[in-house]
């Protein structure tokens, strides 16, 4: 179930409606045959005024788009402080997966 459609954003200093791919990813679970053996369903309770969105968000596919590229920087710096990478040679193949 998900109470109210909309999050507190820090970055916006504002409330912002709950993502396309937060909702897939939260309605997914409902009904996972290890966890639910009656099936599943999701409920979303929102305003009027958001029904329409949501509605259509759930039936309309959505691309997936990667944000990785942004932060790939502090990721192999992680991977090189952990150890994982450790050579030129060993981070071009990190890069390369």
């Not at 791919?21 to 309605?27: E, K, M, N, S």
């Not at 790939?72 to 710096?77: A, I, Q, S, V």
């Amino acid at each position: 179930i998900i109470k109210g459609t909309q999050v507190y954003d820090a970055q916006k200093g504002a409330f912002v409606d709950v993502g396309v791919l937060d909702v897939q990813q939260i309605f997914g679970r409902a009904g996972r045959p290890q966890y639910d053996t009656n099936g599943g369903e999701g409920i979303i309770i929102t305003t009027h005024a958001k029904l329409q969105f949501y509605l259509s968000m759930l039936v309309t596919q959505a691309p997936i788009e990667s944000k990785l590229v942004s932060a790939l920087c502090d990721h192999l710096c992680a991977e090189v402080s952990l150890g994982t990478v450790s050579s030129l040679k060993e981070a071009v193949v990190w890069l390369s997966y």
